[in-house]
């Protein structure tokens, strides 16, 4: 039995937590539309603060869209956990358009909303003789246009694995939760339109940078198990994907984790981005890195990740976050 | 009779409103070269704005680039209206650079101006067996390598439609010229670049934002006739486009569109960009949304728009800007 | 014998002068790893400053990653010199993964360093039945993962050129150097990511603009000899690229260099970018022009510029920084 067994039992198995990530994991979301995610957010926060270690101050508002930032002490780093998920939003007669990159597997089941009442309707999936591909929904009536989409959900469980739509980054969100428990210094950051293009990453960034002088930050999100990053061996720390993290910081982190004993994986990939990809390209001076755990069927209602692989996840933020202020 | 026809006799009817966008249309101005345009707004800002039932005041020079801001009272809102159009570079061997995404069409007429004098040529596009296309001008001699080229002038007007170059974006200049006109409160960008990559509508969101709090922005640009927009039936609110803008204020839009009865459509795309792009990728937290007129023939010198979506497009723009301050 | 012919004499065969660019060119530097880079300037500023005509302050740390600024007098306008270079990732089984866009040359020598000692490997191109390609090192041992692997330098000059990895863009380096000796006002930024994606160049001109104001740069970096740009023609003056510079801006520059009487190239191509193209996408609302010598062999270990065309770019940022303040 490894050293992190008895905490898996005490974090892992208790129902309420995996209540809290099952639950995230069914808000909907789709980049844009996030302020159902924000609103839960703050009311878990609201309910659940007294019981954590510092009393964050709240920052959200205008000039913040829908996003929310937690200030704990002084900062001198920040999380980032986006709060959108992939879908889709319905266009003229009965097509579906993309939001982010959503895996397309024809007959996925997918829920929402409209002037009408509530939707569960199936995608279709149809491919042209030229080629060509075209996305439909199957309902018994047409749905308002421009009314979003996401994957319904199906929840599953067992001692190694956690099963659901939207882990991707309901989980990192989760991830981002359970740090604030102990949290003496630093920043939380709840981002929008990650999975979409982004475009609030950048100036949380450079609010923080601006207000606080943060420099640094890890982004709490999930990655993909690969050739090179297997279910159960840790976290992921990912030294590139499509973007580059400046090496001097990378450099850093990595001798920190190592210090720790905590289980992590180095991640090298050719592709995919981030908000650190977002905060790279902003006009903030800030050293990122993406540290999160891996999951298959990326981007489908079946995202799953290794429970190991979130304790890691925890330990490692909760760890390295502590670094920062040593 | 519909309830704006009187409306549409004295606004569209009018001579000397239409000389207005005819000229608009035929001042050229390719991303990047924006200088002359400006020049004109300029000089029609100072000559009509005694007229205006606010004075604005004029920001513009160093640190604004080529571009254009009027600050009418207490702004909470801005509205976007890009300056530059589509066209070409003179390259080497008589080759044509494209500037932004102009349409390929052989034997399109071209005018400019370089070192030797005024330039009237013909764009000719050749097809290769390799499966490549070159597009070259033909004129009766070289053109300095570096000049701008833009379509010449054809324009047509009947009872119903109005035919151009360029109405995209000089009708959305226009739109913006006529809100000024009885606009108390609120700010009209006049952006650079928007046609090639962008670069200003970021720095002009970010500038209001810290100056004086806007957080709001409406684009006053031309869209596309598709199977789910049509001539006639209204102003465009796009819900999307390849960007998605905020649920949140989509909503608030459209909820205040709905109650002003002004005819309009609802537009669901999957591809095309704006300066909400921009604003959207920029470190400026603001929210903005896409409202304009469609138009078939894009980006040929045969832009076409229906004189109701233009009417219900400046009649929108006026009843939106009071809305930020009700 | 051309008027610059004694001043090649003096600046480019003295030994001295080329030993700095041979040691700058073998420094490494892939995107994200400039922090080597920025250590041999600061001290190579630190040694020679005292010689120069005025004293910079030197901007750096905190805020600025691994960027550096030099600040001489009341800059108006600013140089940009990128200091990474292309090149590769160690990946996951023996696969390399590019940083920027290297050329991929079965056979190329590759450098590097990792926990096990140094690497002097060897580039393997591997095209697929299936069209892809993949790329691998060929190296006596595994190579640790994210270690980064830059060109073995082959340093090779005569009278007319200079042959070496990296002339792109450590050549812009050097003349920046060349510049800093004489200059009075200005301010020259040294800055990383270039090559891949950027995510400096737009925080650095922000911050000049916002600190002193300036709305002016000019990119000191290395172009391409094409079918309009030749070996030995002088300096590149660039209309365009990919992006777009302002043309007001441009048509200034091309004006003043005129009256340098010193040999330049109007270059006007249809692809490319550079950290002009980055701080045209930045939120910061500053002119910007690029002004470089043609190299051919581009991002090869061989590439090569003339020794006309170096003397060309010091004159003529020589010349140009001073008409600023004219």
Known sequence: MDEEQPLLQDALKKISIMELLKKLCSLGGASGDELAVKKFLLNHIKTNQKNWKVQPAIIQGAGFQDCLILIFGRPKAAVFAHMDVVGFTAGYQRSLIKIGGPAL??????????SKGKINCEMMVIDKEDGTRKIEYIFDREIDRGTNLTYKQFWKENDKYVQSCYLDNRLGIWNALKLAETLTNGAICFSCFEEH????????????????????????????????????????????????????????????????????????????????????????????????????????????????????????YQYLMKKFHA
């Open 105 to 114: 597997v024809d007959g996925t089941k997918l829920t929402g909303k409209d």
């Open 197 to 316: 293009g982004g475009g609030t990453a950048g100036y949380l960034a450079r609010y923080l940078y601006d207000e606080y002088n943060v420099t640094s930050a890890l982004i709490s999100d999930i990655t993909w198990v690969t050739e090179g990053i297997e279910h159960g061996k840790g976290v992921a720390l990912s030294m590139r994907d499509g973007s580059l993290p400046p090496r001097r910081f990378v450099d850093q982190i990595i001798e920190w984790a190592k210090e720790s004993k905590i289980p992590f994986q180095l991640e090298v990939e050719n592709a995919g981005g981030s908000d650190g990809t977002a905060i790279q390209k902003s006009d903030a001076p800030v050293d990122w890195m993406f540290i999160g755990a891996p999951e298959s069927n990326v981007h489908t209602p079946y995202e799953t990740v290794h429970k190991k692989d979130i304790l890691s996840m925890v330990k490692m």
